[in-house]
């Protein structure tokens, strides 16, 4: 399945259950923050995650961000890809190889 075939999925499931009328980019974006601190929740008390509820959790975040993009007509891959052409500016491989420092400190 290409990224566009599992757009067109998720188009049809939101379709078929007329939630498109939810799905303001508001509430996209708020959803996508929701689900990602329940994603971290599944790592609260210790970092042996059941890996089905991360999966599950996971899921809920892609969803809601390629729900996200399509509503801005963004192009998911093309976003990705731009936003790595900028970090790789910021963090060229020579200076931030192994490190975490912030990129201003390299």
């Not at 959803?31 to 601190?37: D, F, G, M, P, V």
């Not at 970092?47 to 509820?53: F, H, K, L």
């Amino acid at each position: 399945m290409t990224g566009e075939d599992l757009l067109e999925t998720l188009r049809s499931f939101m379709a078929e259950r007329d939630w498109g009328q939810f799905h303001s980019p508001e509430n996209l974006a708020k959803s996508i923050s929701i689900e990602a601190a329940e994603l971290l929740e599944c790592y609260q008390w210790n970092g042996d995650a059941d890996p089905d509820e991360v999966a599950g959790e996971l899921a809920d975040v892609f969803t809601y961000a390629l729900l996200l993009a399509d509503k801005l007509q963004l192009d998911p891959e093309q976003i990705v890809r731009a936003k790595l052409e900028r970090t790789g500016q910021k963090y060229p491989v020579e200076k931030a190889k192994g490190r975490s420092t912030k990129y201003d400190r390299l």
